[in-house]
Nanobody
Framework: QVQVGESGGGLVQPGGSLRLSCEVS?????????IGWFRQGPGQERGVVGC????????YYADSAKGRFTIIKDNTKNTVYLQMTSLKDEDTAVYYC??????????????????WGQGTQVTVSS
């Protein structure tokens, strides 16, 4: 049984940093598939922040995340991190981690993912 869980959210001031963790069980980070990070702000649809695919070891970042966010995979802990820096008010959202088991997808839409965490709130405010 695959389980996905996020942690690390909280309140941070603009310009600050935060690291989110996505712990996965029942799913090996070296298999085909991917881990994606999504977020959903108030009144907004859930959208991709970034993802890492395992077969080709590729990462993708949404334009809003490029240069500020980094996805890091730790196989020894079966955990994927989302390191966020230079945070802005508009980064406030519930952040979700998701796991996709299939190979060869784009992994940038929620429909590509079968397993989801419960979400962790990130609030950027002074």
């Amino acid at each position: 049984q695959v389980q996905v869980g996020e942690s690390g959210g909280g309140l941070v001031q603009p310009g600050g940093s935060l690291r989110l963790s996505c712990e996965v069980s029942g799913f090996t980070l070296d298999d085909d598939g991917a881990i994606g990070w999504f977020r959903q702000g108030p009144g907004q649809e859930r959208g991709v922040v970034g993802c890492i695919s395992f077969a080709d070891i590729m990462t993708y970042y949404a334009d809003s995340a490029k240069g500020r966010f980094t996805i890091i995979k730790d196989n020894t802990k079966n955990t994927v991190y989302l390191q966020m820096t230079s945070l802005k008010d508009e980064d406030t959202a519930v952040y979700y981690c998701a796991a996709a088991a299939d190979y060869g997808l784009a992994y940038i839409i929620p429909e590509d993912y079968e397993y989801w965490g419960q979400g962790t709130q990130v609030t950027v405010s002074s």
